[in-house]
């Protein structure tokens, strides 16, 4: 299953590349700075694990990817303008992100701010940008649900809890809200968006939901594991952001060892959601596993 995944895995990312290149302008008389810091955040390498997500969820319910292929890049440019403000001074103040310089870093402050905002409200028309072909209340009911999960029911809501959030204020319930919201809404909004459009009954969009919050909260639990092995590798030359800033993690609040084996559970929580689907969701089992087998 391994070796299945990592095809599909390519061709989705495949796809929502060659997508993004079509949505994207190149160049700009006028705001070309702009125009190239928004392809340097979006084009720097990542997986496009929610789109994968997303194509995963069409595919276990038999519906063809092809007319939903601006909707997926709209999700990922929702992720990589998230990214692009995550990164900023006022929020985790990082200068790398996969080993190259931010985009603040490149193209300064305000630059980045407008590229954020220019990915986020660009998603929306790339949302509709086949909306002739497709049935118009699903499409509105996945939008709906894709914006929540973006702003003050997901994404905003995390974001504003841990820039407040430190070691000294911050316990398990709260370091759960803030990743559950910052990170696992957008898998939601991934994998529930697909099920809305591909026309799924409420059993089947409430199953994905269920499994993508806890999928989505084994991949920030490894994210943070990682980063801590990193940095003790290093023998402490390595200083993460959350470091640097006193944040909370879950390998610092409760050990290595026990966020693994609480992200483990996370995905047999995951897989049991979705167990219905039978052979459909291997894809998503799959994925599941490697949110915390992967090294990267």
């Known amino acids: 299953m391994e070796k299945q995944l990592q095809l599909f895995m390519e061709r989705a990312a495949a796809d929502v590349e060659a997508e993004l290149k079509a949505l994207l302008p190149a160049d700009d008389e006028r705001c070309g700075r702009l125009i190239k810091a928004i392809n340097y955040g979006v084009f720097t390498g990542g997986k496009r694990l929610r789109p994968t997500a997303f194509f995963a969820v069409l595919d276990a319910l038999g519906t063809e990817r092809k007319p939903y292929l601006s909707f997926a890049a709209a999700i990922e440019m929702i992720h990589s303008y998230s990214l692009i403000h995550d990164d900023l001074p006022a929020m985790d103040d990082d200068d790398f992100r996969r080993g190259k310089p931010t985009v603040h870093k490149i193209f300064g402050e305000s630059t980045a701010i407008l590229a954020g905002d220019g990915l986020l409200t660009y998603a929306f028309i790339a949302m509709m940008k086949n909306r002739a072909m497709l049935d118009a209340n699903r499409l509105m009911n996945a939008m709906e649900m894709v914006a929540d999960c973006a702003g003050l029911g997901g994404m905003v809501a995390g974001q504003a809890v841990d820039v407040l959030a430190n070691m000294g204020n911050t316990d398990l319930e709260a370091l759960l809200y803030i990743h559950e919201n910052k990170t696992g809404k957008l898998f939601l909004a991934s994998l529930v968006s697909a099920a809305i459009l591909a026309g799924a009954d409420k059993k089947t969009q409430e199953a994905l939901h269920r499994y993508a919050l806890s999928a989505g909260l084994a991949f920030q639990i490894i994210d943070d594991v990682m980063d801590l092995r990193e940095a003790n590798a290093s023998g402490g030359k ?9 944040k909370m993690t879950f390998p610092v609040l ?24 039978g052979e459909r969701g291997l894809i998503l089992n799959a994925l599941a596993d490697y949110l915390v087998q992967r090294k990267v």
């Open 238 to 246: 390595i200083r993460t952001s959350d470091m640097i800033k006193h």
């Open 254 to 277: 409760l050990g290595i060892a026990a966020s693994e084996q609480m992200a483990q559970e996370k995905v047999e929580e995951a897989k049991a959601a979705i167990a219905f689907l």
